[in-house]
Each structure stands twice: as structure tokens, then as C-alpha cells.
């Protein structure tokens, strides 16, 4: 039977069409990769929302098999705990291991109290918190509380085990995250302000009188797309990352290069990262170094509801110490763990836990870690140059200058408002 031109173009278009159909079945099926889950038993794992399925304690927690490259959220939900979810990259062919092994019991405190008469531990303090608005929601996810009383404007709860607790409140569609320290025998008073979006905190030991309250050193977390997890500070009106980053995506999920090699350090325009010495071992504690272009690139080398901080921020926090004369000594460090000797007037009190990570020059080459810290600014000085803070080991000033743009300075990010 002789075919027509159309039914001849017809059987050609549809040949092809099924050509690049099994090309892309192919491609598709090679863009895959593998993510063990580890966690205790009995855990529901969801992948972007969907259940995955229930860990069993056979393979160690749960493996899911041929995921799609790319972006992911891993949440691990148990009853009577606080869910957990976790941002990850998942490669191509890669086998990506994600841990839950310590999810925290959950009791969430409304403004009226609640008792919960389990077993208490001999280490044990004492809240005692107060907001405004008066109406509001406290989510503490305490482990043992003996007792929650509500009188008026605040409620306490006493017998709390010793420790520094997450902690959420919610109010007026506000909600603030924190971290709160009990210690034994003392209580912690907190005043928590929606309002203002201001945590202020005290605790007895430190010889404060009750009422007088000191907003330095309330502690949170933050999580990079990486799933790097920082600790956070508030100082003053700010709250700051109270580590050095160590991201190695933009916020949007695309990566930054990684140049080892000198000379093409030296000629970069764009964003870029490297590991001091070119060691890996140094991000755990001194976090990556970034030229200032990755530090202001418009994809966001910061996590969501964080940015590089200005020079003008940077500036509230030095004045907010002191002045420049004593800052450093407030933000770094203490002791020599990490600073070489002297290090002059290191006291932290501030809870920025400065570390001296050492810089790479725009030629390429590192120096320093161990005796400075160099901070960038988002604020340029002119076309080649951009205003930075140092500190160092034998000083205790916080220095302002401005250094070539290609530079490897370490990152502290500042939560927006």
C-alpha cells in the first residue's frame, strides 16, 4: 500500500517524537540520586511534603532511593515531639546522609500555664516570663516541667532541668525565636516584646537585680541552604550569627565557586569562596572565606530573613559596646583556643564570639589565622575597594578600613527587621 506525503510526514513526526521521548526517559533516569535517613524507630519521614514512609530500626532509619536532583525538605515527625525539617542539595548519583537523632518532646505553655508531673532532675532552675501584648502563645519544648503558673502579666515555671532551651513566641501574627539558659538553683527572668520584636533577658547568678533586665547575649539558631546550622546573638536592637558562614550555595540555590588556585582568585569579578589554606579542615571552627562580590550578589549569600551587613550596622554594633576602643575586646573570644596569645582584652561579653579566620590577599595568597578577623561590609568605598571590620590578637579595638573587593574575608550575617 502506497502512503500519502501527509501520512509520510505524519509516521516521520511521530518517529521523532518518540526518539527524543526515550532521550529524555534516559537523561531523566540519570539526573537521580539516593538519601539515607537515620533516626530512631518509628519516625514518619516526609520528602517535600509527601510521607515517605516509617523508619525501622533494620536499615538504621529509612533510605530513599532514585530522588530527583536538586532542592529537597526532609521533615521527621513523631507524636509528642517537635517536628524536624532539614534543606538539602541532593547530586547527581550521590548518596546524601541526613540525621534526626535527638528530636526534642514538645509542650507547648499557653499564657494560663500548664503542669506536666513527670520526672524531674536534681539540676533544675526556674522561668519566670513576661510579655507584652499580655496575650500571646509560649512554646517552650521543655522536656521535664514540674510546674506552669500564670498571675497576671507573666507565668513562671519552676523545676526546670538545667540547659539552654528553643524556645517561640507568638502574638499578634508576630512570633520571635530564641534560645533560653536555665541554670541550676538561679531564675531566668525574661521579658519578651512583640511589639518591638525585642528579647531581653536576666539571670539571678549574674548579680542583676530583678527587673533589670540586659539584652546581650540571647541566643538562637539559623539555618544556611546548606543545612549549616549557626548559633545567633542579640546585641543591642541586632541580632547577629555568632559564627563565621561557611554556605557554599546562593540562597537560590545556585553555587558558589570554589577557587583554589591563585591566579584565578586574583582576577575574579564575580562571587567566589575558598577554605583558608585551601584546607577543608578549617570551615568547622573559622567558617569559608568570600570576596566582596559573593557577599553582595543579588542571588544572597545569607539565609532567608538575614543579609550581609552594611557599614552602618556594623557601626550600631561597635557603638552599642563602647566605641571602637573596646568593641573588639567585647566580640572576640576569649582565651587562646583559637586566638594566639595575648589576645588583648578578650572578654566576649558580648556573645559575638569573634575568631581570628585570617583573610586571602587579592593576589591569592593567605595569611593571618589565628591573629586577625576581617568582616565584610555590604558598603562599597569606591569601584575596586568595600569597608570591612577587623579584629586581632593584640588589641582590643575594632578596626574600619577598606580592602581591594577580591579579598577572602570571613562573613557574619545580621538578621533583617
Not at 516541667?145 to 515555671?157: G, N
Not at 582576577?267 to 567566589?272: H, Y
Amino acid at each position: 500500500m502506497k502512503l500519502t506525503k501527509t501520512s509520510q510526514r505524519l509516521i516521520c513526526f511521530f518517529s521523532l517524537f518518540l526518539i527524543q521521548l526515550q532521550i529524555c526517559i534516559l537523561a531523566n533516569a540519570q539526573d537521580k540520586g539516593h538519601i539515607q535517613i537515620q533516626c530512631a524507630d518509628g519516625i514518619q519521614i516526609f520528602l517535600d511534603g509527601r510521607l515517605q514512609g516509617v523508619s525501622s530500626s533494620d536499615v538504621g532509619g529509612l533510605v530513599k532511593q532514585d530522588v530527583s536532583v536538586g532542592k529537597h525538605v526532609i521533615k521527621a515527625v513523631k507524636q509528642g515531639f517537635e517536628p524536624q525539617e532539614k534543606a538539602i542539595t541532593l547530586g547527581k548519583d550521590q548518596v546524601l546522609l541526613v540525621s534526626f537523632l535527638s528530636l526534642i518532646p514538645a509542650i507547648i505553655i499557653k499564657e494560663e500555664g500548664k503542669k506536666d508531673t513527670s520526672a524531674i532532675e536534681k539540676k533544675v532552675g526556674t522561668i519566670v516570663l513576661q510579655s507584652l501584648p499580655i496575650q500571646c502563645t509560649i512554646d517552650i519544648p521543655l522536656a521535664r516541667i514540674q510546674s506552669a503558673s500564670k498571675s497576671k502579666d507573666k507565668w513562671t515555671a519552676d523545676q526546670v532541668p538545667e540547659g539552654i532551651y528553643p524556645t517561640l513566641v507568638k502574638g499578634y501574627g508576630k512570633e520571635l525565636n530564641f534560645n533560653l539558659q536555665i541554670l541550676a538553683k538561679e531564675t531566668t527572668f525574661v521579658m519578651v516584646n512583640l511589639l518591638t520584636n525585642k528579647v531581653d533577658t536576666q539571670i539571678t547568678s549574674y548579680g542583676l537585680m530583678k527587673g533589670a533586665y540586659s539584652s546581650k547575649g540571647i541566643e538562637g539558631k539559623v539555618t544556611d541552604i546548606d543545612g549549616n546550622v549557626y548559633q545567633t546573638v542579640t546585641i543591642g536592637t541586632q541580632v547577629w550569627m555568632a559564627e563565621n558562614l561557611k554556605v557554599t550555595h546562593y540562597r537560590n540555590g545556585e553555587a558558589i565557586p570554589n577557587i583554589t588556585n591563585a591566579t584565578t582568585w586574583s582576577g575574579l569579578t564575580t562571587g567566589a569562596y575558598c577554605e583558608y589554606n585551601n584546607d577543608i579542615n578549617n570551615v568547622a571552627t573559622y567558617g569559608r572565606l568570600y570576596n566582596w562580590y559573593s557577599a553582595v550578589d543579588s542571588r544572597n549569600i545569607a539565609p532567608a530573613g538575614w543579609h550581609v551587613p552594611s557599614d552602618a550596622e556594623w557601626q550600631t554594633l561597635v557603638d552599642y559596646l563602647g566605641g571602637s576602643s573596646v568593641a573588639g575586646g567585647k566580640m572576640k573570644e576569649a582565651g587562646t583556643t583559637h586566638w594566639f596569645s595575648p589576645n588583648t582584652g578578650a572578654t566576649n561579653e558580648s556573645g559575638f564570639s569573634g575568631l581570628p579566620g585570617g583573610y586571602r590577599v587579592s593576589s591569592g595568597t593567605y595569611y593571618s589565622i589565628g591573629y586577625l578577623a576581617h568582616f565584610w561590609s555590604s558598603t562599597e568605598y569606591n569601584s575596586s575597594s568595600a569597608w570591612f571590620r577587623y579584629l586581632y590578637y593584640d588589641g582590643s579595638e575594632v578596626a574600619r578600613l577598606y580592602y581591594n573587593k577580591r579579598d577572602g574575608f570571613s562573613v557574619r550575617c545580621v538578621r533583617d527587621y
